[in-house]
């Protein structure tokens, strides 16, 4: 899990989501069914298609990228089963891998929520440890959230490993070149390799860190 922010929503989307709350709650009131449609426009195509740009079509919790093997799920930060009145609210809504949607249900403790990564800063409550994800002690929160989410899955950690052993040759050949403009093609390369929109960049930063006295 890495920071994110929230994009700005365009007026027109933003005014489509005003009405869709506004018409929930008039039927909501008047203890009316609520249609399928209605209930489900919370994930609108044009809502989704913001939430990818804002996770780079990555899951906000596990940052697996998703577009390429799943539809991806939208999903209320805040479960709207416990909190009705955010079910279209665009900022408690982010974009997840169906499999973390699923471990997180409905879950919230108000005493201790999971962390929400547009509010915290991932960093102060988990660690990165070679491919595996740890809550950092005596943080309750990062201990929930790598629990419940069940951020060392067996897959997840496979494929942070097989992320983290490319960075790893590409480090060696940042290491082993005598070529000022090779080392600095390769460095960009690194560079690049850390950003935001690049899978599992928690794990990857934090292991570029620990090597760099290495190449520096
Ligand atoms: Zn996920």
Redesign the pocket.
């Known amino acids: 899990m890495i920071k994110l922010n929230k994009l700005t929503v365009p007026p027109e989307i933003a005014e489509k989501i005003r009405q869709r709350q506004q018409h929930y709650n008039e039927l909501d009131a008047k203890g009316e069914q609520i249609p399928d449609s209605l209930a489900s426009a919370y994930k609108a195509p044009e809502v989704k298609e913001l939430l990818r740009c804002e996770t780079a079509e990555k899951?906000a919790?596990?940052?697996?990228k998703i577009s390429h093997v799943d539809y991806g799920d939208v999903e209320h930060l805040l479960p709207k089963s416990k909190f009705p009145q955010l079910r279209y609210s665009y900022e408690n809504l982010t974009y997840?891998?169906s499999?973390?949607n699923t471990k997180k249900g409905d879950f919230f403790d108000a005493q201790t929520p999971l962390l929400n990564p547009y509010k915290d800063k991932p960093e102060d409550h988990l660690m990165a440890v070679g491919s595996m994800i740890f809550f950092i002690p005596g943080s309750d929160r990062g201990l929930v959230t790598q629990k419940r989410?069940a951020l060392n899955r067996s897959n997840l950690v496979e494929r942070r490993g097989e992320r983290l052993e490319s960075v790893a040759t590409l480090i060696d050949q940042i290491a082993r070149t005598k070529t000022s403009a090779i080392r600095e093609v390769l460095l960009h390369e690194l560079k690049e390799e850390c950003e935001a929109s690049e899978e599992y960049a928690f794990v990857v930063r934090t292991y570029v860190e620990a090597v760099l006295p290495w190449i520096n």
């Open positions: 899951c919790y596990c940052e697996s997840t891998c499999v973390c989410l």
